[in-house]
């Protein structure tokens, strides 16, 4: 068995196929002909170019811009005249293309991967894709026709490249095993969007294989096997039918109401983070957006994002969801997210410092700019406003006070926008916890961030290893705090919801029906599990189970309880 | 030849989108157009060479054009490092 990063879920066995690299030494050799060899130069440099683009564009439409953008960089490098004109200049003194071609985009690799920064190590992976790709054309080496392999194919290639990527045919590859690339890589993303299992950065997999052998990839522990001996292929293949049926099971749940066992309606919301992830809201068939986290705008950008890229932005979101609600989260930064142009001071506790609604209360004049883009956004849907890490009363109201200013200004300026829009809270840290029936006469909702509250409420650092074992939202005095939270809203009459990864969690689920938690607001590829684990819960099961759970002593105690009493999905 | 000496106020400094900003206004323009940092001199025209110079946030550069429309060409390069090259 080979251990790697659990990519991207789901059982795969298949028939192996090695990507092999390929072989792309050259015979330098001297020239005589300068005109023609520039003429091949620039025929492979265009056909390179015809070739991008068509994968740019195809990978833009399957799979997305930020994908395609790679590809497009590639474009714009090759086209520059420090490229082709330096190749020229080296033919010129009698160097053949290939020669040409390494010696440029080696150089520009070498300065580009020598310098400490990370940005500019991918620029000389991008580089060396070019190089590689060019090298290809000239030496005539065709590649490997992903887009042709048999189905059941199990890819095993050092990396895939973008250009693998785009001819990959979902219903022919059954698994993917890469030597490098973690859970972010191109790879990874485009397996996922694929649904294709995957594990990447298994050391030295390529030459463990042979085309044809059996591999058993599983996607979601990051294991695989290859010519697996005994049992282990029947009892794979069992899972991957388990796997796929409970997938069919769930697909039951699509356009249903998310209900309780005994009929208690629930909202089941997503998480989003770009306008874009909307879509995969409605596609996994999210009743609206638990949170919108807005910094996405802020980050991928060097300035302060305009009143109208917001708007634009916010208004994609909204009107996709068609109605459904969206809860957009203003800005979140500081503590561990850093926006460089907006020059933060290093702080000794950034966790506990100068950020989320403490940093946009005292910049009100690019805040007013979010919630009147925000607030324009809510003519096209149902748009609500929450507020990160409120502590003290005082911040809810200031900030419905911008808004209530910002709304007269719109009502002038004769610009269409939701008088009614709410103001919530998410709720994340201890004090908020403790005050949040106070909190609750000025909020129109609250959102529990669990992530936050645990953190804050338990005191600790989760990416400290020393102290991670603290950090659990099953924590009898984190599930206190939640209980607390949720009784204050139901008390003061307004709904509340979740927006941490415990809301999806199947251990907690019961713990909140008992609760009286409205929304759930999960990652979208969750919507169906949630929806299928609330509904084997009957209100009271719950109670009798979160009363028994709130009387126990330890952390261990208690999920050991909840595992033992879970549901089978 | 006209020069002025400026200031690199983005961010990210002169990465890809900076730079391709910066290399397709400036190829229009007859005129050679370096970036001088650091001692060495770089060709405006070209995003490679812009991103190989490795220009940080805050980093003091002069831009050198030279050639018929040498006074447009400076103008224009000295807006776009001013307004943060587009961004």
């Known amino acids: 068995m080979y251990e790697g990063i659990a990519a991207s879920r789901g059982i795969g066995i298949g028939a192996v196929c090695r990507i092999e690299e390929h072989d792309l030494t050259f015979d330098m050799h001297q020239v005589e002909d300068v005109a023609a060899e520039k003429q091949r130069l620039h025929d492979a440099v265009k056909r390179f170019k015809e070739e991008t683009t068509e994968m740019a564009e195809d990978v833009r439409k399957r799979i997305g811009p930020k994908e395609a953008a790679i590809l497009e960089g590639h474009l714009e490098m090759i086209s520059d005249p420090a490229m082709v004109g330096e190749m020229d200049k080296m033919i010129d003194s009698r160097q053949c293309a290939e020669a040409a071609a390494t010696a440029v985009c080696d150089m520009f690799i070498n300065m580009f991967s020598s310098m400490s920064d990370e940005l500019m190590n991918q620029r000389a992976a991008d580089v060396r894709d070019i190089k590689t790709s060019i090298l290809k054309l000239l030496l005539g080496i065709e590649d490997i026709d992903i887009s042709k392999v048999a189905p059941g194919t199990v890819l095993v290639a050092r990396d895939l490249t973008p250009s693998m990527t785009s001819q990959i045919v979902k219903e022919n590859v059954a698994g993917i095993i890469t030597e490098i690339g973690g859970k972010t890589s191109h ?25 044809k052998d059996t591999a058993i990839i599983d996607g979601t522990e990051g294991q695989v096997f290859i010519n697996p001996e005994g049992d282990v292929l029947s009892t794979y293949i069992r899972k991957r039918e388990d796997y796929i049926r409970k997938q ?54 060097s300035h302060l994002p305009s009143e109208d890229e917001q708007f634009e932005a916010y208004k994609e979101a909204v009107e996709t969801m068609q109605g459904r609600a969206v809860i957009i989260r203003t800005l979140d930064i500081g503590g561990d997210k850093d926006i460089p142009y907006l020059h933060l001071k290093k702080e000794d506790n950034p966790f506990l410092g100068f950020r989320a609604v403490r940093y946009c209360l005292k910049n009100a004049d690019a805040y007013k700019v979010q919630l009147r883009a925000i607030m324009r956004a809510s003519a096209f849907g149902k748009v609500k406003i929450m507020l990160p890490l409120v502590t003290v009363v005082d911040e809810i109201r200031a900030a419905k006070a911008l808004v209530a200013d910002i709304a007269k200004d719109l009502e002038a300026e004769d610009i269409d926008f939701d008088r009614n829009i709410e103001v919530g809270c998410m709720i994340e840290t201890a004090s908020a916890s403790l005050i949040a029936d106070k909190l609750a006469k000025e909020s129109a909702f609250f959102s529990i961030g669990t992530n936050d509250l645990t953190q804050y409420t338990m005191s600790v650092d989760r990416g400290n290893p020393h ?22 809203a139901n008390e003061a009459g307004i709904p509340v919801g979740m927006c941490g990864e ?39 099961e719950a109670k009798a189970l979160a009363d028994k759970v709130m009387e ?8 050991d309880l909840l595992k033992a009493s879970a549901k089978e999905l | 030849m006209v020069s002025a000496k400026l200031k690199i ?12 900003v910066m290399s397709k206004a400036m190829t229009p323009f007859q005129s050679s157009i370096k970036i001088k940092f650091n001692g060495k001199e ?39 490092i001013n307004n943060g090259l587009g961004d």
């Open chain 2, 9 to 20: 106020v983005n961010g990210e400094g002169l990465h890809m989108r900076p730079a391709s």
């Open chain 1, 248 to 301: 069919g099971e769930l697909r039951k749940f699509y356009g249903k109401d998310t209900v309780t066992a005994d009929g208690k309606k629930l909202e089941l919301f997503c998480n989003i983070g770009t306008p874009k992830d909307a879509k995969k809201a409605m596609e996994c068939d999210g009743e609206g957006i638990g949170l919108f986290r807005s910094e996405f705008l802020f980050m991928n950008s």
């Open chain 1, 502 to 540: 415990a809301a999806a969690d199947p251990l907690m689920i019961p713990l909140l029906i008992a609760f009286g938690l409205d929304e759930y607001s999960v990652n979208p590829v969750l919507v169906l599990t949630a929806r299928c684990i609330i509904s084997k819960w009957s209100v009271e």
């Open chain 1, 467 to 488: 102290v991670a074992y603290l950090y659990s939202a099953f924590q009898p005095s984190v599930l206190r705090s939640i209980r607390n939270i949720i009784k204050a």
């Open chain 1, 187 to 211: 790879s990874a993303i485009l397996a996922r969007a694929l649904e294709i299992p995957a594990v990447l950065s298994v050391p030295g997999i390529l030459d463990q294989v042979h085309d």
């Open chain 1, 552 to 559: 126990l002593d330890t952390e261990k105690e208690i999920v």
């Open chain 2, 42 to 80: 770089y060709d405006a025209k070209s995003v490679m060479m812009l991103m190989s110079a490795c220009i940080k946030q805050g980093a003091e550069i002069e831009v050198v054009c030279d050639g018929p429309d040498e006074k447009d060409a400076l103008k224009a390069a000295t807006d776009l």
